[in-house]
């Protein structure tokens, strides 16, 4: 009876906490829309004279066709080059040059794609015409004058990420240059140029190398997604496949920006040292008369249930490496949270039930984590990933990890797991927040993808209600052999 | 739109930027202001205030220093201790005594908390109590939310204070200290960087790497005395942020640490590093795609007297999108994602010059000539007035960053007086950037940047090289060894 109510207590404090967080997210976060579509999210924060500001568009590689895979993150990189203005000493001068760049260019791939029937004069010629112009087109250009602008004025961590659901580009800047930062990124949602195109395609091909080619968990990884998936690009590498790279252009890459890299997809957070109003006139005036795009269609196919274990095997020079993944829906989905759970008893800390079990008691791994990928607007992956020890091998561990999500099923979780779940998730509430780039993270992630950045204030009351009814449930239905995908290193 | 700015610079363009040009006005200081857009090259910014925000110090009865900064946004609380403790005293033959160490305290629990039940309590308040100790420093830190700080606080000085070394936790760490030996040649990136820091520091502790036997000869006695050496008051400075009562805090540290013990300092001497003007070219056989080439020297200590100068030159160098390197290497020739270069500046021996970057095989020595050469271009003559202002405003204005969040305050300032940097270090950092002239940059190249005394390594394919590694000097085949 002691012990029943000590934690009736505690929840009842959880909760009142949760709702104060949320109340406090709640007021914090300023929302407004534009006419023409774009979200501005807002929270001001005056612990530093800084402000992070973050652009989300809501187009990401799953959004690609297959003749476009890795075009959302080669354009990434391209947005980096400038505009009209920005970037080039001379537009007016530069723009021809840029179009006998591209002509030139597919010329090239074209008879590239003859392979054996490829005339190997004509390569050379178009590999040297091509090697003119882009040094003729050199002279125009001003080099990253976006990164020195930035630079110049104090701004830190200038950067851009892409994933399968979306591109971010995202800066720090000290609370009085947000002129600066409007006035740059209107202008690049609006006039980008993507100039030194075939240059950059080259350092994105390093940079797959970097990634995937030479380093062994990232050909793991690689390969282990693109297994799991049939039919869904979900499964295809945002980077693309060396062949995709090669293959771009930049009149694909036009295309797919003037479609949609548009107010209307894009989202923002700017957190830190601001004044919401004049934040508000200062987006307007420099984003209002920003004309919206076309919206991104859902991807339309599904990922056929899957109707047996599929096992990727890379065999490389490394230590073995271990994935389990198990299809499953994403957020907002009511099992997504149960998943959530399940995640966090498996392996969240040393108390988890695998790091217990796996690196703890019978010492077959060195560590066990868990997550969900490869994205999150489209159903996803239940992953679990474990690094064997010596001399204990990747089959050990897997059916060690199978024997615990059989207890799952059918061991009740206690209600001293669920509390533990929800004092971890109030911690990390309050953390996230402790940044100013990682709340604009979130808030820009969630609206993306949840479609509202409360996601954030309502996930933890979400888990509160899950029973351990549900999590036995959730366990039997996607814990099976058929809805397996196991990728794994073998040492060469 | 903003196409006045092409009108300056080309009448030419005109015809074709009409459309754009009756929309734009050159300056936007008359009206009606709210509808011109301002050009980022001219853009004029209003003033902004900025302190440097200070932590308060306060010495505990028993010597040790505490800086405090309250912070009241988030309810939580983060705390670090520093102890001066590190790898470069490890034993000869125990090296991976102190990493070891580091791990094994906090998973073996205290004399009063078995480790299984440390873990269970600070997991069920969400609190986390981490250890682990570097080649210079013990860290312990804690984060929790402030309902849970005096029963965290508590754990954490039981940890400091009275630590079991569980004779299980230990052999656990020590298998884990083995399995990351076994995958120590797994990652082309890791053995180039590992393999440039022992070219760079031959035979001395900061290039050392435990091995299997001597991982397997560290016992618990041994994790216990090094724990005994290093943890007392005089030797610790602690570094608390966030949401905590000042007075109730400070009551509560002088009464959970009165009864620790202080001790007479007893560090084993470790030798400077050795200057060596000699280059050496090192290779290492990988059947990838992509080469890891890493080069350098040894570099400065942190009470270097031409330390700004040298920031200054190691942001045109290396730094960032618009370094030289990236420019040349990545932008212009499409050779590589990631290339940078920097000094880092030791804070108790002199630390390195690096350069790395990683290149596919087939262009692996024209990256790596390039690369060498662009940083003895940094010797040959003045940099740009463009260049030099690029760098001195980037670094003077993102000076604040350093300061943006209340923890990195109080552990800067923590980190100030435990590795004794001057007084001043931080106040005077911006004037003095400022004060760094072309000249000085042009002179501190020609002092610390050695372009014929480096230590090159490169991980990769040989064969498929664009030319033998040889046309830099003799080559040094490293072999892996294969550990069973």
């Known amino acids: ?107 090239l791939m074209a008879e590239q794609l003859k392979r054996d029937q ?374 060469k | 739109m903003k196409c006045m700015k092409r009108l300056f610079l080309t009448i030419g363009a005109l015809g074709l930027m009409t459309g754009c040009a009756s929309t734009q006005v050159a300056t936007t200081t008359g009206s009606p202001a709210a509808l011109e857009n301002a050009d980022p090259r001219t853009m004029t910014f209003p003033p902004l205030t900025f302190r440097i925000p200070r932590s308060e110090r306060v010495q505990l009865k028993n010597g040790m220093v505490v800086y405090l900064l309250q912070d009241h946004e988030l309810p939580i609380v983060n705390l670090t201790a520093y102890l001066n403790a590190g790898s470069i005293y490890d034993p000869a033959d125990k090296v991976g005594i102190a990493s070891l160490t580091g791990a094994s305290l906090r998973s073996g629990g205290t004399k009063a908390t078995s480790p299984d039940k440390m873990d269970r309590e600070l997991e069920f308040m969400a609190s986390s109590l981490e250890s682990s100790i570097g080649a210079d420093h013990a860290n312990v830190s804690l984060a929790t939310l402030t309902r849970n700080l005096d029963r965290t606080l508590a754990l954490f000085a039981e940890l400091m204070t009275r630590p079991a070394f569980d004779q299980a936790r230990v052999e656990l760490a020590r298998m884990q200290a083995i399995e990351a030996i076994r995958r120590q040649n797994d990652d082309p990136k890791a053995i180039a960087s590992r393999e440039l820091s022992r070219a760079i520091y031959p035979d001395h502790p900061l290039s050392r790497i435990p091995t299997l036997a001597s991982v397997r000869a560290i016992t618990r006695d041994d994790m216990i005395a090094f724990q005994e050496r290093y943890f007392y008051p005089a030797n610790t400075i602690l570094a608390v942020s966030g949401d905590f009562d000042r007075e109730k805090l400070l009551k509560n540290l002088e009464t959970l640490f009165a009864g620790w013990p202080n001790r007479a300092a007893s560090f084993p001497a470790v030798p400077e590093p050795k200057e060596d003007a000699s280059a050496a070219v090192l290779h290492v056989q990988k059947e990838v795609n992509q080469s890891v080439i890493r080069m350098g020297h040894l570099g400065i200590d942190k009470s270097n007297p031409d330390l700004h100068a040298i920031k200054v030159m190691d942001y045109i160098l290396g730094g960032g999108f618009t370094s030289r390197l990236t420019q040349e290497i990545r932008s212009n020739q499409g050779l590589a994602y990631n290339v940078d270069s920097y000094f880092d500046p030791g804070r108790r021996f002199k630390g390195p010059f690096m350069a790395e970057t990683e290149t596919k095989s087939e262009s692996t020595v024209k990256a790596a000539t390039l690369l060498r050469s662009i940083i003895a271009g940094m010797t040959l003559a003045e940099v740009s007035e463009k260049e030099l202002k690029l760098a001195k405003d980037s670094i003077i204005n993102s000076f604040i960053f350093g300061f943006a969040r209340s923890d990195a305050v109080v552990n800067q300032q923590a980190r100030l007086e435990f590795y004794g940097y001057p007084a001043g270090y931080l106040e005077n950092y911006r004037d003095n950037i400022a004060r760094v002239t072309r000249a000085d940059v042009l002179r501190v190249a020609r002092k610390y940047l050695h372009p014929d005394a480096m230590k090159l390594v490169v991980v990769g394919d040989e064969k498929k090289f664009d030319a033998p590694l040889s046309v830099f000097g003799s080559v040094r085949e490293i072999t892996l060894d294969q550990v069973k």
């Open chain 1, 118 to 491: 490829a005339d190997g004069k004509e390569l050379a010629r178009l590999h040297k015409e091509l090697d003119r112009l882009e040094k003729e087109a050199e002279k125009y250009v001003v080099k990253d004058e976006f990164a020195d602008l930035y630079s110049r004025n104090g701004g830190a961590g200038y950067n851009a990420f892409t994933s399968k659901d979306g591109t971010t580009y995202l800066i720090n800047l000290p609370s009085n240059k947000m002129e600066l930062w409007a006035a740059i990124e209107s202008d690049r949602m609006r006039n980008a140029v993507l100039r030194e195109f075939y240059t950059e395609m080259k350092v994105v091909k390093e940079e797959r190398r970097r990634s995937y080619d030479a380093e062994p968990e990232g050909k793991l990884w690689e390969s282990f997604i693109a297994d799991a998936f049939n039919a869904h690009p979900n499964g295809q590498p945002t980077i693309g496949w060396m062949s995709d790279i090669e293959n771009l252009t930049r009149t694909k890459a036009e295309r797919f920006l003037h479609k949609y890299y548009a107010p209307n997809n894009a989202i923002m957070a700017i957190v830190g040292d601001i004044d919401p109003q004049q934040t508000i006139a200062l987006v307007e005036k420099y984003f209002g008369a920003i004309p919206p795009g076309t919206p991104v269609p859902p991807v339309a196919v599904e990922e056929p249930p899957q109707s047996g274990e599929k096992r990727t095997e890379v065999i490389g020079d490394a230590e073995p490496e271990l994935m389990i993944g198990f299809h499953k829906p994403t957020l907002p989905a009511p099992d997504d949270y149960v998943f959530d759970v399940i995640d966090m008893l498996l392996t969240n800390g040393r108390t988890s039930r695998l790091y217990k079990k796996l690196v703890q008691e019978k010492q077959l791994a060195t560590s066990v984590s868990a997550f969900a990928a490869p994205g999150s607007r489209y159903p996803n992956l239940f992953i679990i990933n474990a690094t064997p020890r010596a001399p204990h091998t990747v089959s050990e561990v897997e059916s060690a990890i199978y024997q615990e999500l059989e207890r799952l099923k059918t061991e009740p979780m206690t209600q001293k797991e669920l509390q533990q779940i929800l004092n971890q998730l109030e911690f990390q509430e309050s953390s996230q927040m402790a940044s100013n780039g990682g709340l604009a993270r979130n808030l820009t992630e969630y609206e993306a993808v949840a479609g509202s950045w409360r996601y954030l204030i309502e996930h933890r009351q979400k888990v509160a209600s899950i029973t351990p009814a549900d999590v036995m449930r959730v366990a039997k239905q996607y814990f099976t052999r058929e809805n397996r995908s196991v990728g794994f290193i073998t040492k």
């Open chain 1, 1 to 107: 009876m002691k012990i029943l109510s000590r934690f009736i207590v505690i929840l009842a404090l959880s909760f009142s906490a949760a709702t104060a967080f949320g109340q406090g997210l709640a007021d914090r976060v300023q929302e407004y829309t534009l006419e023409n579509g774009m979200k501005l999210l807002m929270v001001p924060r005056h612990t530093s004279p800084t402000v992070a500001a973050w652009i989300r568009f809501k187009v990401g590689s799953v959004d690609e066709r297959s003749d476009e895979r890795g075009l959302a993150h080669l354009l990434e990189h391209m947005l980096f080059k400038g505009t009209k203005t920005l970037g080039t000493r001379d537009f007016a001068a530069e723009k021809p040059l840029l179009d006998q760049i591209e002509a030139t260019a597919q010329q």
